[in-house]
Each structure stands twice: as C-alpha cells, then as structure tokens.
C-alpha cells in the first residue's frame, strides 16, 4: 500500500484509494504557513511514499521541496491569479495544471512528460434530482456578487438584468438551485475554464458559458453539451438566451447531453484515476535528477520569490521562515 502525504485542498476526496493501492494521509491547509520536511514525516509517523500538493491558493506552504527524498507532485489550479506558481513548480517531480494554456509557463526545468492536465471537475458531486422540480427562473446566476470583491462580476450582472429583468441571482446550495432554472449562466472574469462549468453540468443544467480557452472546447462541444458566447458580449448572450428560452426540445436535449458527458469523464473518480497514473509516470530518475540539481533549483527558482515573502511579512514568524528558506539555512 503506498503512502501518499496529501498538503492542503483534499479534492476528489479521494475516491476509492485504497481500490488503488494508496493510502492517504490528509495534512489540510486553512491558513498561510511554512511546512518542512520533517513536518511531513511527524504528520505521516514517518516518510511517505509520495507527497501531493494540493491548491490552497495561499503562499507556498512547503519550503525545501526541491530536497524532499520522495516523489513531489503539484496540483495547481489557480495559476490564472498566481503568477508564481510555474516557478514554485520547478522544485517538484510533477505539475498537474488545470489551465491548459498555462501549461508552457511551466515547462522550464520541468519537461513535457512532468507537465501534465488536469481539467477541473464538479467538486460538490451533485446529481440531478431524480424527479425534476418545476422551472421558476428564465435565466439563473448562482454565486457570490460583490461590488468590493467581485466587481467585473457585479457590473456585468448589473447590466445584463437591466437588459434581461428575467435574470435572477441567487446564493446557495448549486444542486438545488440549478435545476429550478431554464437556462444556468457562468461568467469567467479571468477568462478561466472554471469550476462552476461542470457544477451545472453536473446537475443536468443547459449552461451558457463564456468562450474561453484551457482546453474547454476539446472537453464539452458548443450547442452539443453547452453553449457558448463570446466573453462579455452582452448582446449575443441575451440573443442565445432568448433562443434557448424559445426551444424547449433544443434546450433540454443540450442539458442532456451535458450531464452525459460528465457522467461519463468529468466526475472526481476520473480526475482521481488520473492523478494516480501520473503519479505513477514519475521515475527514479525524476527525482534523483532533482535532487541532483537542488541548489540550482533554489537559486535559480525559490530564492527570490521567498525573499519577496520574507519581506511580505516582515517581522513575523512567517517571514522569518522564508527568510530562513531563502538563504538555505
């Protein structure tokens, strides 16, 4: 049974580990912080097999990565925020990325071969209730919409309800909003394939959703699974709007086909068999040449970006920690 210290975010909960062979110990991250590796070993009673990295969209949690004995392996998802995620990445085995077109930016001592993706998924497993509720709304936004913290957001919702007064923008539990509506709507303000993609879909909800890149249009297909419209084009989306509105049996059959498709690829198990075959793909050699080439990895990648968190948090334990990290002591 192979041991996996699995540092922060515990997505695909995992499925089914020990079907796979693994077994996981869960080291969660709610707050920044610095990890070593014997913080690992106390967490795990000993040295793990592997070690996952998790998103947690905070500061890099582990310093001395680049010197862990064991496989590393580096799950970033929000790299369309963190512009320093492909360096931090230099010092493991492996980067699962879930932006496709950010896979290059992390192609420097990484090779093709420990670059892998790793599309999102709908991380609340909903299922589509097995009687259908009536329809109340036209047209659903589900989400958080703050004039301070989500402005672009905020705007655009503003706009389109003046435009659309059938627009209605709830917050709660997305399996039970999303089947109430017609039509679920998805905004992208970083123009990322996110997350609430397969969320609706998932809950067997006909999705109109920006056009974006990361490999969305190699996943689900335009006016098969979902549908599309160019990224803040208030006039052709109230146009695709009303023409999903008016044809129940396109509408239907597009939410269909959408939930299918997730049902067949896109649920945790598949994106948590994936993850243990990368994780299987890394070799000796893998980490044996990185930890070969761990001083020039620190000061060629870690270096600066923990001086700049040094910095940061002047003063404070933590930045006392990165400081430490920086100068390898």
């Known amino acids: 049974m192979k041991r996996i210290a699995w540092v922060g975010g515990y997505y695909f909960r995992p499925h089914n580990a020990k079907k796979h062979g693994v077994d996981v110990v869960n080291i969660p991250i709610t707050d920044p912080t610095v990890m ?14 592997i070690l996952l990295y998790t998103d947690r969209s905070v500061p890099p949690p582990l310093v001395g990565i680049e010197n862990f004995p064991c496989p590393t392996v580096f799950y970033a998802i929000d790299s369309h925020i963190h512009s320093w995620y492909p360096m931090y990445a230099q010092a493991f085995d492996l980067a699962l990325i879930s932006l496709r077109d950010h896979m290059p930016r992390f192609r420097q001592r990484l090779t093709d071969k420990q670059v892998l993706w790793l599309p999102p998924y709908p991380i609340r497993e909903e299922q589509p209730p097995t009687q259908l509720p009536k329809k109340d709304w036209d047209l659903l936004f589900a989400g ?7 402005p672009e957001r905020y705007e655009f919702l503003k706009e389109l309800k003046a ?15 999303f089947p109430r509506a017609k039509v679920v709507l998805n905004i992208a303000e ?8 397969f969320e609706a879909l998932a809950t067997g909800a006909c ?3 920006p056009e974006v890149g990361h490999g969305q249009s190699l996943l689900f297909t335009n006016n098969k699974h979902l549908v599309t ?9 109230i146009e695709t709007v ?3 509105l008016d044809d129940d049996a396109r509408r239907e059959a597009i939410a269909k086909a959408g939930l299918d498709e997730v049902n067949a690829k896109h649920r945790p198990m598949h994106r948590f068999k994936t993850l243990m075959d990368a ?3 890394i070799s000796d050699e893998d980490v044996h040449d990185r930890l070969k080439n761990a001083s020039h990895i620190h000061t060629k990648y870690l270096k600066l970006l923990y001086l700049h968190l040094a910095e940061a948090y002047t003063d404070t334990e933590l930045g006392n920690a990165y400081l430490k990290a920086a100068l390898n002591k």
């Open 36 to 49: 070593t590796w014997d913080t690992i070993l106390a967490h795990c009673n000993g040295e793990p097999d």
């Open 144 to 150: 958080n919409v703050d004039k301070e913290t989500t």
């Open 163 to 177: 435009r659309f007064p059938n627009l209605v923008i709830k917050q709660g539990i997305f399996e039970e909003l």
């Open 190 to 197: 970083h123009g990322d394939l996110n997350f609430r993609v």
């Open 207 to 209: 999705l109109v959703t």
């Open 229 to 237: 419209y160019p990224a803040n084009d208030m006039d052709q989306l």
């Open 242 to 244: 009303c023409e999903l």
């Open 279 to 281: 994780m299987d793909s």
